[in-house]
């Protein structure tokens, strides 16, 4: 059965192939200018997820539903085994995937993964995630996205709206390329209690230690069950660090991948 996703690839068609799997509320455009800057030869496959931008925005939103749709795209693709790279959410994701199907998996790249979250703090994010954003114009949109993305520059901010934004045609007003109910889905998903990926795949976990996803305890969790397959590189910025600081991001995973 084919995949419902919509998936973008950066890079050489004939590249090392790199399946990159975004945050909750993202799409796999988000991938584009990092793909393009610090990836050179590899082949990035970025699907839109599960009620996300292109792809199909029907439930049900389970994690292992996002885990079969992703390898759905592997078999589309006729690819594996393959490294998975997963932020926030999609960190979530890669490692259900790997669970699923660990011999299409060759390495697991965790950027900040959102997995056994608290579950008291998931339910004010899920109840905050049941508000749309909405915007009277595309210049109020960009506002609040770079209020939302201290860090951004001009052209992160172009890109974030060009792919990340649609226009309603009942009322004219913006927003973001995602399910609101999906989303308080996943953060229910999110708050299901931590596993972690194969001790037998070698895994790569990059906690942001400006953010509260990643708690000591989920390091030493990780620890435990993973032994020597896992590294752990901590980095020191918020939640989005591939795009926060992606030369230093893109060190630590080329160093990984290679």
């Known amino acids: 059965m084919s995949s419902p996703l919509f998936v973008h690839e950066f890079g050489p068609a004939d590249g090392r192939p790199l399946l990159a799997l975004h945050g909750l ?11 393009a800057t610090h990836l050179p030869g ?33 078999d589309d693709l006729g690819l594996g085994p393959v490294p ?28 900040d993964p959102a997995i ?35 860090f951004a520059s001009e052209e992160q901010l172009s890109d974030e709206l060009g792919d990340g934004m649609h226009q309603n045609t009942e009322d004219g007003t913006w927003r973001r390329r995602y399910s609101p109910a999906m989303g308080v ?14 001790a037998s795949i070698p895994t790569l976990l990059v906690p942001a230690k400006g953010a509260d996803f990643v708690t000591f305890e989920h390091i030493e969790a990780f620890r435990a069950a993973l032994g020597d397959s896992l590294t752990v590189r901590e980095m020191d910025c918020g939640h989005l660090v591939y795009l926060e600081h992606p ?12």
């Open 84 to 111: 998975v790279m997963g932020h926030s959410f999609g960190g979530a994701i890669a490692v259900y995937l790997a669970r699923l199907a660990p011999d299409r998996i060759s390495k697991v790249i965790l950027a």
């Open 247 to 258: 030369e230093q991001y893109a060190g630590i995973l080329n160093a990984f991948l290679d």
């Open 185 to 198: 889905t996943a953060w229910s998903e999110m708050a299901r209690p931590l596993v972690t990926p194969p």
């Open 25 to 35: 509320t993202g799409h796999g455009a988000r991938w584009r200018r990092f793909a």
């Open 116 to 150: 056994g979250l608290d579950p008291a703090e998931s339910l004010q994010d899920a109840e905050d995630a049941r508000t749309e954003d909405v915007y009277a114009t595309l210049d109020e949109a960009r506002a609040a996205q770079a209020e939302r993305w201290p």
């Open 42 to 74: 590899w082949r990035v496959i970025a699907p839109d997820l599960r009620g996300h931008g292109g792809s199909t925005w029907n439930p049900p939103w389970t994690l292992e539903t996002f885990a079969q749709d992703v390898l759905a795209v592997l």
